[in-house]
T-cell receptor, first 113, second 113 residues
């Protein structure tokens, strides 16, 4: 079945460091891929998405490229800020009848000032 | 535009009781999905409603049921509560299916004693 695997956290970085959170997926066909962010005490917010191979999603300095050959969608940011501290979820959805989202387990990110 | 709102924000119940959680979808959205997020885990798809009918279901027992109303708001009902039902319950709304982004509410935190 479809699944998402992302690196375990927590990830702790200093402010202005480079961030990579790895994500790989297993799916039939051509899923759409997403990164969601969850700040403490809040629901999920869509951070970025990519709907086909080689697409690059970007938002708020974060980027991720849909790599079908490696079934990956790694999240990157060149210079993180304290305000980026949150839990990040990689996810996929398929264009089928219910288009349910399948989430990874999440990666907690701590940014130190 | 009004976002997705969920009520209540927190709820405490005991084993065997029944609970109803409510969700108002974002203006213009006709599809509502429910997810269960256990502590430290990614959200798991419970079911989706589209135009008042169930449009897909995840691996949850029948004691998890739902409704969608003509104004596209929705309820999640859980009967015979168990300790493992303690979780954050998230509602997400979208327009139609496919690649339309799902917008999440802040969730209802359910604790079972």
């Amino acid at each position: 079945g479809n699944s998402v695997t992302q690196m375990e956290g927590p990830v702790t970085l200093s402010e202005e460091a480079f961030l990579t959170i790895n994500c790989t997926y297993t799916a039939t066909g051509y899923p759409s891929l997403f990164w969601y962010v969850q700040y403490p005490g809040e629901g999920l917010q869509l951070l970025l998405k990519a709907t086909k191979a080689d697409d690059k999603g970007s938002n708020k300095g974060f980027e991720a490229t849909y790599r079908k050959e490696t079934t990956s969608f790694h999240l990157e940011k060149g210079s993180v800020q304290v305000s980026d501290s949150a839990v990040y979820f990689c996810a996929l959805t398929h264009m089928n009848r219910d288009d349910k989202i399948i989430f990874g387990k999440g990666t907690r990110l701590h940014i130190l000032p | 535009e009004t976002g997705v709102t969920q009520s209540p924000t927190h709820l405490i119940k005991t084993r065997g009781q029944q609970v109803t959680l409510r969700c108002s979808s974002q203006s213009g959205h006709n599809t509502v999905s429910w997810y269960q997020q256990a502590l430290g885990q990614g959200p798991q798809f419970i079911f989706q409603y589209y135009r008042e009918e169930e449009n897909g279901r995840g691996n949850f027992p029948p004691r998890f049921s739902g409704l969608q109303f003509p104004n596209y708001s929705s309820e999640l009902n859980v009967n015979a509560l168990e300790l493992d039902d303690s979780a954050l319950y998230l509602c997400a709304s979208s327009f139609g299916g496919g690649n339309q982004p799902q917008h999440f509410g802040d969730g209802t935190r359910l604790s079972i004693l």
